[in-house]
């Protein structure tokens, strides 16, 4: 690709002086400078197009009636324009630049690098944004290791790319924070609704929408054998067990965050069992309604039916490939997605 202007210009210059001067080949060396503005710097831009005139002048000693002085004005011209074509295009590259490593370190608050391995615990993740050039969105997870257990959060700001990307830091580092601190979840809860409705009212959104976002929290004690969820308003996640899937439905709902004063703070948690080689799989609203070409949603719960028992990252590796391939690469929401498995206990693990 980067030699296709030089390529161009040969084939123009050959065929100009391998055929009948009517046909006029040499008339299309202006397109080689035009090509080259695309993906070469100002400098070799302006020299390709110096030696497609030098080229436009030996051919017309050769064939004096080319009309010379008019393809070698369009030259120049054009050639003068791929100059600055080509300079205004790296000046947007820069800026693109600039902005994707604001980006990524924008990416590093939000989504910390995580531990995938927490005692007996498995954790990985996996992230997709659909907006490609900001790189991150509004869903957001965590996992922290605490006195009360292994804590992880996910959860998903309504909106996506860069302006959702204020509103799940806010949650993020306050449940970094409650996550430690508190004893109970629910406390954690209430944390994360305050800090969320907090930035709201310090950055309302645009329109007449409430920014609000789901979240689910869930506690597994150091020694397994149990899961403590507490949903507000997020999908359920999914555990798969030696008998089969089961979907974490919670008895009673939570109330969204920056929504509990409008809906009452009464929060619920809900207990399963956690066995070794079971495999939980947390994940966004963006990989359930991810669609086909006919519309048709994923069916992630018949999917992870069909899963046999593998570690977390080749789950969420085997799931990225197979949701790309069923939309087609087509993304219209962002996706987040944590994958646990506890770990069966080995000889020499202390009791």
Known sequence: MRLSPVILTIVIASLAYNTPPEMAFSRLLPA???????????????????VCLILMIGLSLVFPDLGTWWTAAGIIAVTVA???????????????????LVADAAQQVVLSPMP?????????????????????????????????????????????????????????????????????????????????????AAFPPEGPMERFATALLVQIPHEGRRIDILNCG????????????????????????SLADLIGDQYSIDSFVFAPDDLL?????????????????????????RQPPTPPRELLTALHRDLLRYSRGRLDDDIAA??????????????
Not at 82 to 100: K, M
Not at 120 to 138: F, N, P, Q, T
Not at 170 to 192: H, K, P, Q, S
Not at 234 to 257: C, D, K, N, Q, V
């Open 32 to 50: 080689a400078p035009a090509l080259a503005a695309a993906m070469w710097p100002v400098l070799p831009t302006v020299l390709l197009g110096t």
């Open 234 to 257: 997020h999908p359920p996640p999914l555990l798969l067990t030696r008998g089969g899937l089961r979907t974490l439905e919670s008895a009673a709902p939570s109330p969204l965050l």
């Open 281 to 305: 799989l947390l994940y966004t609203d963006g990989i359930a309604e991810a669609r086909a070409r006919d519309g048709e949603f994923f069916p992630l719960a018949a999917w992870m039916d």
């Open 82 to 100: 791929a100059a600055y074509g080509s300079h205004v295009r790296l000046q947007r590259e820069r800026t693109l630049f600039q902005v994707r």
């Open 116 to 200: 995938r391995v927490l005692g007996r615990i498995e954790i990985e993740s996996l992230y997709l944004a659909a907006a490609a050039e900001a790189r991150i969105g509004g869903d957001f997870y965590e996992v922290v290791d605490t006195p009360h257990g292994v804590r992880m959060l996910i959860g998903d700001v309504r909106g996506k790319g860069l302006p959702a990307v204020g509103a799940a830091a806010a949650i993020v580092n306050a449940f970094r924070e409650a996550a430690y601190g508190e004893t109970d979840l629910v406390e954690v809860a209430r944390r994360l609704d305050a800090s969320s409705t907090r930035y709201n």
């Open 338 to 351: 944590l994958a646990v498995r506890l770990r069966a206990p080995l000889a020499a693990d202390p009791p």
